[in-house]
């Protein structure tokens, strides 16, 4: 129960500093820097998140389910080899991919490609940090405190630093760089604390990684199609810097919510794993079972949502962070509109992420995802040319319901 307690916490903290960042880090920006540069921050933070997906590829599900249950006291080998496997896979993808991404960033405005290259260090950060890893062996406390400290250091930065608009490249470079140092010292950690070596590993097995984990990569390659380009629609569709700071503020603030509640999705993903296993294939039984434990993370949910609203509502225009932002109240309106995507959000992953994945329907939830990220792109560009930012919120919380709608179908065919 200790062991639990401990490790909740420590994934709480890693949430939670996560979730801090973005609520001083964005709006300090946007009041320093002006809407129209923060755009071009969002805009190519936006483009970076494709790069960051590939990078992820499948691991952050499969490297898990791949540990889960092992000791690095007696399974230090079979651990060194998936760590091996997963850090050179991963480092390829981003050494092939990262030019393209700045390739695009260059033909959409030349402004954006060194915006670009700041933010390419977050994928490459997450292309060699081995949370995954962690998170599997139920030993998060290491990676809490690197978290942490990192998250301060990009704060310290940022608000020195910062001073106009001349400065607006420390915003990404910041964050990209101490992303970057904090990998570092959770890679070098992991190798000593779980005696984990780098270790040769045969092309045959890589393509095998790779093959094997196809599906679950293609469906998180589309889930950026409905949760992370409607920032690049609005600008597509020529929308002014103050309503694409305005988006993507409440799309910040919407992240920063389920960032909080992402410690209990990954205290309950090993559970539903080994749920998942035990019943074999999707059904109705293993259904009800997901649900006990996805129904205890809709409640604090649901708490955490009622206490941020009466927060608001009592002494919100009074906290610093939120004077900088610019047409609070409407951002507030938005938050309060995506913030029913959360809810969706959450029984994607536990039935969805967790579920499917482990009862060997990969290529449904694929199909599912792709499926909802093509048709919340035609919903969105639809919404956002006639709504705006409105429009574009609107869609947010329209495929997360979808995808739920198809995902649930699932286990009850």
Known sequence: MKHKLVNLTALATIQISNAVLPLVIFPFALGVVGSDLYAKIVLSEALSLFLLAIVLYSFEVDGVVQVVGLDPKVDAKQISHIFSGITYLRLSLFICCAPIFILVALLIDK?????????????????????????????NTPVAIITVLSRICILFVVLNAVDGQADYLLV????????????????????HQFGIRFVGVSATQLKQMLWSGKDVFLGNLSVTLYRDVNVIILSALGSLGAGIAAYSMAEKLVKAIQASIRPLNQLFFPKAIRVARTAGSPGRPVFHALLKLTWPQLAVLAVLLLVLVLGYLTIGHNITWVQRIENADYVASLVLLMSAGTFFGVSNFMFGSAGLN??????????????????????????A?????????????????????????????
Do not use: H
């Open 111 to 139: 402004k954006l490609v060194v915006l670009a290259l700041f933010w390419a260090l977050v994928p490459l950060s997450y292309a060699i940090q081995p949370n995954w890893l962690y998170q599997g062996l139920e030993r």
């Open 172 to 191: 990404p470079l910041a964050i990209g760089g101490f992303y970057l140092i904090g990998a570092i010292c959770s890679l070098l950690y992991a190798m």
């Open 358 to 383: 482990a009862l060997g329907e990969r290529r449904y939830l694929f199909i599912a995802i792709l499926s909802t990220g093509l048709i919340s792109l035609a919903i969105s560009t639809l919404l």
């Open 385 to 413: 040319s006639v709504a705006g930012p409105l429009g574009a919120a609107i869609s947010f919380v329209l495929a997360e319901a979808i995808l739920l709608a198809i995902i649930t179908r699932r286990y009850f065919q």
